[in-house]
Every structure is written in C-alpha cells, then in structure tokens.
C-alpha cells in the first residue's frame, strides 16, 4: 500500500482526461456552477437570509460538496466500468507486474484528484463573488474536498465491482445520490427537516461533508471535526474494501 | 531451466473441474501449442499459469517463481497477447506503448528507446501517431503483439492470437511469432486453427476436459494417430457406398453427408470411386486437424 506502483494507472487515466479535458470539465464545473448561481440569486432573491447568511452565501458549500461528489461518483460508476468492463483496460493491465489493488488505488485516487478540481472550480467562484467570511479558512476547504473526494470515490468502485451494466448505476443515483442532494444540506440547513429525518440525514455522508464544508466558507470554525472526518474515511475505507474484494471475485475467480 | 511447469493443476468452477490434475513443461526457445475444443480448459490454465488466479491443486512455477504468490515478480518478464481487444481507444499507436511499458515499472525514455523496434516488428513503422480507432482489425491485433512485447519477455503467452484475422493478416502475425522463436522467445499460444499450430509449434499439447491427453510435435501426432491419407466422399449413394467401403478402409467415420475414409492405400478407394459417377471425393494427406477430430470426437461443445 505505501509503494506507487498505482501511480501509472493513476498517470494513463489523467492523459486520457488531458485529451478530451473541454467537454469533461463542462460537464464537471459549469454544471454545478450554474446551479449554484441559478439558485442562489433566483431562489436567494425570495429568502431574506438562511442562517443568517445571503442565501448564495450559504449555498456554496453545499454545492461544492455536492460538485466534488458527483464528480468522484461519476468517475467512478461510468468512467472506470467503461475502463474495466467495455474497454477491458484493467484486464490488461492485470497482464502486468500490476496487481488488482494497485489498478484499484490507481482509480480511487485519480477519481479523488479529480473531484478535487470541481471543488477548485467552486472555490473560485467563492472567491470571485466574495461568498467567504475568511479567506485563510476557506483553503481548509481543500482537506476537506479530499476527504469527501476519497469516500465517494471508494464508494463508487463498491458500486462498479457489483454492477451488470451501465442501467444498475441508476439505482445508486436513485436510492443514494439524490436523497443526500436533498437531505444532506445542500439547499437548506438540516434543521429545517423533522426531527426523525434530520436524524438519518446526519448519517449521510454528504451531510458529514456540508457539516464541515459550510462553516468554513462562513468563517467558523466546524464542530466535531473528527467526528466528520472519521465518518467520511470510514465510508470511503470500507467502500475500497468492498470494492476490493468484490472486483476480485468478478475479475480473479 | 524450463519457463513453465504445470503439476497437477486442478480448479473448479460450480462443481465442475474445469482443469483437472493437469502436467506441462515448456522447453525454453520453442513454440508451444494449446490445442482443445471450446471448454476443454485451456484459457483457465493460462490464467492459472499467469498467477491470475489460484488452482485448488497443483503447482505452477512461472520463470522460476511460485504462481500465484510471486506473480508481479515473474510476470516482468512474460508478454502476454489476450483473446478480447483491449488496446486504449482513447490513445494513439505509440500513447498505448508508454503507457502499458510504466506498468512494468518502464521510464519513459526507456520505452520511447524501444517503440521503433516495437513499430516495425509489428509493421506499424509510420503509423505512431495514428488513433487507434483508425487502425484495422490485424492492426490492432499487431499492436497488442507489440504492446506485449515492450517489456522484452522472455515468454509469450498467447490467446487465439488470429481469432477474426483475414488470411493476410493472419500470416503477418505468423511472420512475427516465427521472429520471435528465431530470438530464441519461448512461446505458448492457444489456437483452434490446426493448420496454424502444424505451421508454427514445436510442441502441441492436446487439452480435453481439463488435463492433457496427448502432447507431441505436429509430425509425430499425425504419424502416430493418424492414417496417413485421408479421402473425404460426398454425394448421391454414399450410403450404399458406404456398406462396402470397410472391405478396403481401414477407418471411415461420417460427419453429416461427409464420409471420412482414413487409409494407408488410397489408390484403392480412389479406385473404387472412380466407379461411382454420383458420388465426389477429395483426396489429400492426414493432417492435425484429422488427429484433433478422432481424439476429441466430432460432437459440438458449445
């Protein structure tokens, strides 16, 4: 685990990425981007404020977490059952001194790399508009970005290893994803759901993301730090895990 | 030292021992052949082979290194040509060298220093920058020869490496593999083109039902299972033919409206036939595909 035999795959999944960089980051960055702005000015215009802050204010690290985890979901539902299952690219790779959890690190990393470039874009914008209380505070949105990046995209290749066709994804989309769109945080603050949905919804590890996130785009500094970091390695650490051992069986049996 | 042992190799799947207690030994510098009907287990003992995956018995001994456990270790120095297609579409010709050579743990001058030769080995000198959706079939199929090759191995393992070619780009293959015999390149290659294992192994093992039941060189197979001439009939009355044929055939088997006459006199039966005005025939000498059939019968395995 602590050699970089990864990096090559790592390294052919970002030369693929540089060729056809145009329409991928569009698809990554503007897309989020235009909700946020969408949103935040025509939904903000009706809000005095939400949490006493300018509605697009508040928005924003909702949707940078959320950028950062359709990014890392999608790389690694589409992208890498395209590379293992279409293209056969793992199979080939296996040929080699490589092992399957090298091919594995290899995508699990590329899709965090990757989700943390959405999480850039955002931060520009936040920059750009002025949306932040602290600058200083709002580079610990990188950390986070990673962390939120690494459980997605562990998650993901759990979801891959077990997936038929491109058509199984979306049930994850359906029964994951977008329940925690719509209950992690991203538009409104968790308190505003009942109290028994507010419940679940903090297990979310979207929620645990926007828990960190938000404060730190509003120049407070977030409680339970370890709590929501722990929660989003444990989600990622066991999603690799899964992802593993169940590649194995489908690939190595 | 031999680049390959198999001992004993067992494994099952669902009850149903795929490979079944089976022995090989490759002779280094030569051709090897892995000849069997569909299901016969020969693409799971390359898999077994290449430490892919585990065997329920057995041993393998790949370059000296115990598979599965030294697999990364041993498989530096094996090239390794898959059945499917799996060449980076998003990548040109030389892009999907580069890259398969960092798997090995290449630097990329390294690879670049090689990638002429690998080029024109494989008849693709001019096309580096080409996409490889550009490329046709026996292209593509040269390029992953190529691509297995970047590594300089000591043993390549190939999976029906013609499947889907057209004659010509089936002999440019040959013309390859036979080059790489000819760097003294030990060579394992699984095929259901018999006329492509009598033309390029040394050696050929024949897999049925997960274990190897004859192993020899293609001359000595034909001579030692096989009548040498073989007069194929067809056509009206081979029926009534047929009930006389024994007395001067050794051997007649039929296949649909085909009668195989297998015969160490065939002036004789084209003797015979000659009389028959309904009945066409076609008369050539045994070959591996003759001993393929009598030794795995004619069923389909499907």
Redo the contacts between chains.
Sequence with gaps: MINLNWYPVWRRNFLVWKKLAGPSLLGNLADPMLYMLGLGYGLGGLLQSVDGVPYLNFLAAGTLAYSVMNSATFETLYSAFSRMHVQKTWEAILNTPLTLKEVLLGELFWATSKSLLSAVAIMLVIWALGLYDNFTMTLALLPVALLTGFCFAGMGLAINAVSPNFDFFLYYFTLAITPMILLGGVFYPPSALPVWLADIAAWLPLTHAIELARPLVLGRIPSDIVLHGLALIAYGGIGFAAALKLTTRRLLK | MSPLILRGLTKS?GGVRVVDGLDLELEPGRCHGLLGPNGAGKTTTLRLA?G??GADAGTVDLLGYPMPAE???A??K?G?V?Q????????TVR?NLL??G????MKGREIEARIPYLLEFSGLAGKADAPINNLSGGMRRRLTLARALV?DPDLIVLDEPTTGLDPQARHLIWQGLRRLIGQGKTLLLTTHFMDEAERLCDVISVLDQGRVIVRGSPRELIVKHIEPHVVEIYGDGLNEWKDCASSFCKRCEQAGETLFCYTDAPDKVVAQLEQQPGLRYLHRPANLEDVFLKLTGRDLRD
Excluded: K, M
């Design positions: 799947y290449l892919l995956i697999a990364a270790l498989r530096r094996v390794v898959p499917v297609d799996s060449l980076d579409p998003d990548f892009e890259t398969y960092r798997y090995f743990g590594n």
